[in-house]
């Protein structure tokens, strides 16, 4: 191996070809007075040195990863590497300007071997690095039109070679579309995504369970076995006391034999190796301030207080978190299939339909009411065109529809004139995207029209199936589409930025694909009104209109 170091004409090569290396030799001043340096924290050069075209870095707290990326950008332009440089992308406009102030200018201020290749620029969000540019950006959208796509200007106008995404899980999925257009006219098209998890199936943690997985593996020096200190916790601390004086202390140990381990000497490995995207877990655990009695400490205050628990999980360990009530389940959704196939004859008795109206097809259950609370579904499947959910509904018998009034209204109003004539009472049925609505379901008796909470529409059809209240066909190719479609859904909490308000609110996860969930929070609507039609002596018939009138105590 030859020694760089020896020759001037090394150290340079190996300064153009390393950013670490280069920041170490540099000496680069960070913030609180320190330097650049990959003492404890070796996982940092592995990652800085990885020039695949998609990284992505799962982080807990404290993993330095935004410094290691924006030192690898300024590396990057100072050298030439790119020629039209890196945008760095954070979540909104705000953070960037905290950014900028708290961290990116003391950076540029405290290093004259940065300072050195910037041009001035006007702005404070954009720095020519010699010929190319850095430029930070807040991918929040600037508009939303009705019925077009969400734009943004800040992220329409700039091209460049590498486009980073920090904090990944605020962004808005529809700008996240957009950036891989930035890159159209570079050779290199780099996208790293950073961010701590939130949810699973979300974000960070959905783009890092495509890559090839990196762990970091620490191997124990008595056993020769591995031990990865976040998948392993908490059976990956140990506690002992050096006399029987002392207080026993947490340590990481080696999970087969016990013996203590050092966390900072960790190995990446891959769980899928040879996928296209390079993937990196860094959990707080394997960083340089990490503290294990500060961990424990975090970790029983978890144990009993279970709010505690997705702070814990996103932060410390690096991993995302859900509790068992903000997402169903695989097995939720199956353990509600009976052993029914899927009805294919006409029906006699009176059923009920929720549609889910979609661009691409139409998403429809059709079943019938089993007692007060339960319900049964007979048919399900996607279909296109109007046409074709009407036919169902004759075949079936539908007497009580509830279809997505959106994003075809005038569509809908045909088709709900043509229902009336046939005596099928259908409502189209919006949710409210204001949250100011405190109830359920407001009820337009004459346009004949339901206007919903939307979060408290998927809370009742979560516990319907939580409760096994409602009951699906037997297992077959549709409903396993179904039963990935309702679990593609997850609750959280999200505070609005202005006001400061905390609302609970149901976002896509998965696919993102949730057309049955929707037709089955429709569903469960269309079953209260059937007994209308069945005479209002019924159990949980329809006795009064209006306000005074909540269908939805049927049911939960
Ligand atoms: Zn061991």
Redesign the pocket.
């Known amino acids: 191996m030859i020694d760089f170091n020896d020759t001037t004409e090394g150290r340079e090569a190996m300064m153009r070809a390393s950013s670490w290396y280069w920041a170490t030799a540099m000496g680069i001043k960070l913030l609180g007075d320190t330097r650049f340096t990959l003492k404890n924290c070796l996982y940092m050069g592995k990652i800085m040195d990885d020039d695949s075209r998609f990284v992505v870095v799962m982080k807990g707290t404290q993993a330095r990863i935004t410094t290691a990326f924006m030192l690898r950008s300024i590396h990057c332009l100072k050298y030439g590497l790119y020629p039209q440089g890196v945008i760095y992308y954070f979540p909104s406009r705000d953070a960037v300007e905290d950014f900028s102030k708290t961290r990116f200018t003391p950076l540029i201020n405290d290093n004259p071997c940065i300072k050195k290749h910037l041009k001035s620029t006007d702005s404070v969000f954009v720095k020519k690095v010699n010929k190319a540019f850095l430029t930070l950006k807040g991918a929040t959208a600037t508009k939303n039109i009705k019925g077009r796509k969400k734009d943004s200007m800040a992220v329409r106008s700039t091209p460049a070679d590498e486009a980073i995404l920090d904090e990944r899980d605020l962004f808005d999925q529809a700008i996240v579309d957009m950036i891989p257009d930035r890159l159209l006219n570079s050779k290199f098209k780099r996208i790293v995504n950073l961010g701590s998890p939130t949810i699973p199936d979300f974000g960070i943690s959905k783009c890092f369970d495509e890559s090839d997985q990196k762990f970091s593996l620490i191997k ?1 020096e ?4 591995w031990t990865n200190l976040a998948l392993e916790f908490p059976n990956s601390v140990k506690y002992k006391r050096a006399t029987t004086h002392e207080e026993y202390a947490p340590f990481f140990a ?1 999970v ?4 203590q ?1 050092d966390p900072f000497s960790g190995d990446f490995v891959a769980k899928y190796p040879g996928r296209e995207h390079s993937g990196y877990h860094v959990p707080h655990l394997i960083t340089p301030y990490c503290e294990v009695q500060m961990v424990m400490d975090r970790w029983a205050e978890a144990q009993a207080d279970g709010s505690k628990l997705g702070t814990f999980y996103n932060s410390i360990l690096g991993l995302p978190y859900i509790p068992a009530e903000d997402r169903l389940t695989h097995s939720d959704v199956y353990a509600c299939c009976g052993g029914d196939v899927m009805r294919t004859e006409l029906s006699i008795g009176e059923t009920a339909a929720g549609v889910d109206i979609g661009k691409a097809y139409h998403t429809v259950l059709i079943g019938n009411k089993v007692d007060d609370k339960r319900g049964k579904v007979i048919y399900a499947c996607r279909v296109k065109g109007y046409d074709k959910v009407y036919d169902l509904f004759i075949k079936y018998n539908v007497k009580s529809g509830v279809v997505c009034l959106r994003p075809y209204e005038e569509e809908f109003g045909k088709f709900q004139a043509k229902c009336s004539l046939k005596d099928i009472q259908v409502y189209g049925s919006e949710y409210n995207p204001s949250h100011k609505q405190k109830s359920y379901m407001k009820t337009d008796e004459k346009a004949g029209i339901y206007t919903l909470h939307r979060t408290q529409a998927f809370d009742r059809s979560h516990s319907w199936v939580k409760n096994q209240q409602v009951e699906f066909p037997r297992r077959c190719e549709e409903v396993d589409v179904l039963v990935e479609q309702l679990c593609n859904s997850a609750k959280v909490l999200e505070e609005d930025e202005r006001t400061g308000d905390r609302i609970y609110r149901y976002i896509k996860v998965g696919s993102g694909e949730d057309h049955y969930r929707s037709a089955l929070n429709y569903f469960q609507i269309a079953l209260t009104c059937l007994t209308h039609w069945q005479g209002l002596s019924a159990v949980g018939g329809k006795m009064s209109v209006g306000d005074s009138y909540n269908p939805l105590e049927w049911g939960l």
């Open positions: 124990c008595g056993c020769g076995g080696c087969k034999c016990d013996k381990i």
